[in-house]
């Protein structure tokens, strides 16, 4: 079992800046990719960011060029640096990780971006 804790949530004004923090802990093997998703109220959970064990990383569109995904192996912690935010980046935002034979979620932390 892999637990994930997450951390960075918070209420921000638009324009402005947070990060998130997700730290693996447990069974830990291989973390092949770990990234973020978000869901808004009423939509579907959507993938923001993912960074392969390799570092090639993939954006969701409407945040490339604001939000960096970065991972330390060393603490197998994830992040995600958000710039420039945006009312519409509001949602509950969820840390996943895969590894070779299992994936799991964080519990969710809430970024709210008041306009």
């Known amino acids: 079992q892999v637990q994930l804790v997450e951390s960075g949530g918070g209420l921000v004004q638009a324009g402005g800046s947070l990060r998130l923090s997700c730290a693996a802990s447990?069974?830990?093997?291989?973390?092949?990719?770990m990234g973020w998703y978000r869901q808004a109220p009423g939509k579907q959970r959507e993938l923001v960011a993912a960074?392969?064990?390799?570092?090639?990383?993939n954006y969701a569109d409407s945040v490339k060029g604001r939000f960096t995904i970065s991972r330390d192996n060393a603490d197998n912690t994830v992040y995600l640096q958000m710039n420039s935010l945006k009312p519409e980046d509001t949602a509950v935002y969820y840390c996943?990780?895969?590894?070779?034979?299992?994936?799991?979620w964080g519990q969710g932390t809430q970024v709210t971006v008041s306009s």
């Open positions: 447990g069974s830990i093997r291989s973390l092949n990719v």
């Open positions: 960074i392969a064990s390799g570092d090639d990383t």
């Open positions: 996943k990780v895969v590894t070779t034979y299992n994936s799991y």
